[in-house]
């Protein structure tokens, strides 16, 4: 008898249910206990592509270690964020409830285009209100879109989002987004550069796969019955259910995913430094501020996506890595 080859299904089953994101957008569920001066604990920015770069390794662990190395470099397009609103939560039983909202007075027209612009905003009374319930609340969050008209995008619409505000009292906190409201945040407001993010995404949405693409079982000989490309076996007679344990068909991709401690190895302001010869294939150009975040990030170009500061706290020291080339050749022969 020849030797029985073992070859398991690949993939976590702590991802399941492997179903379709809610939300092309992703949901930031933790945040992190952040001790310090008032300020925002994320931003979001649209993702353009990759290229690679050039670095000094830092680690004193690597067998580099202050020699260069060539690393995988995502492009994040983060044009400036505009602070439109302030919202406080007061805690509950039965989790986090909306005490107040606080709207700009001078709201961007593109605005309209993602939710109805109150008329006749009485912006210094709902002032008054809002201070006067401050009290009451444990929380206070930031309301900012996003610019997609200085973007590669095409996009017309801007993107919503909440972000939390940490450190400080609730006072201070409100004082910060008050000083803030109706003005631009940009990437080097709240994040530096060698410093530890945490990436939230949508991944690439590959559609209905089978067994062998979703989960990477082995192809059955040609003479097998039934099927070649799918599970040998389901299970037992008894019990006579399926367990969910068994590879099968379904959603493959578009699932919400968190990547944790992400390096940001650049926030740059001119993008001559970053877009490559041809162009940003897919994507257009950048026009504004960009971040390098090393490695992979979760999605296909174009998408939106959010980043925290890191719940997990980073993965050591936050100096700015050395930076020696970013590779600006074609991605398509150009």
């Known amino acids: 008898m020849g030797h029985r080859r073992n070859s398991p299904k690949r993939g976590s089953l702590n991802y399941l249910p492997r179903a379709r994101a809610e939300s092309i957008i992703g949901r930031i569920r933790n945040w992190p206990d952040y001790q310090g001066p008032p300020k925002l604990l994320g931003i979001m920015g649209y993702k353009a592509g990759m290229t690679h770069a050039v670095i000094v390794e830092t680690k004193s662990t690597s067998p580099w270690v202050n020699q260069e190395i060539s690393i995988p470099v995502t492009i994040i397009d983060i044009p400036p964020l505009i602070v439109f609103g302030i919202r406080g939560y007061?805690?509950?039983?039965y989790g986090l409830r909306v005490v107040d909202q606080l709207l700009s007075g001078s709201l961007s027209p593109d605005l309209g285009r993602r939710l109805t612009i109150p008329k006749n905003y009485k912006f210094e009374e709902v002032v008054k209100r809002f201070e006067s319930r401050l009290p009451e609340m444990n929380e206070i969050s930031a309301l900012i879109h996003t610019q997609p008209k200085m973007t590669g995008t095409s996009k017309k619409t801007p993107d919503i989002a909440e972000f939390r505000v940490g450190g400080g009292s609730v006072q201070e906190r409100y004082e910060y987004l008050k000083n803030l409201l109706g003005k631009e945040v940009r990437a080097?407001?709240?994040?530096?550069?060698?410093?530890?993010?945490?990436?939230?995404?949508?991944?690439?949405?590959?559609?209905f796969q089978g067994p062998v693409k979703r989960w990477g079982i082995r192809i059955l000989q040609n003479k097998s019955r039934k099927t070649v490309r799918g599970v040998g076996s389901i299970g037992p007679w008894h019990p006579a259910r399926v367990f969910y344990t068994v590879p099968r068909a379904g959603q493959m991709g578009f699932h919400q995913r968190v990547e944790y401690n992400k390096r940001i190895i650049k926030i740059g302001e001119d993008p001559k430094e970053v877009i490559p010869k041809g162009g940003l294939l897919s994507y257009g150009l950048i026009q504004r501020d960009f971040m390098l975040i090393e490695g992979t990030i979760p999605g296909c170009r174009k998408r939106l996506i959010k980043f925290r500061l890191p719940v997990r706290g980073g993965k050591g020291s936050v100096n700015p890595p050395q930076l020696s080339y970013i590779s600006t050749d074609s991605k398509q022969g150009a």
């Open 90 to 93: 007061k805690k509950t039983p």
């Open 188 to 207: 080097r407001d709240v994040f530096s550069e060698g410093a530890y993010v945490d990436a939230i995404s949508i991944s690439k949405g590959k559609g």
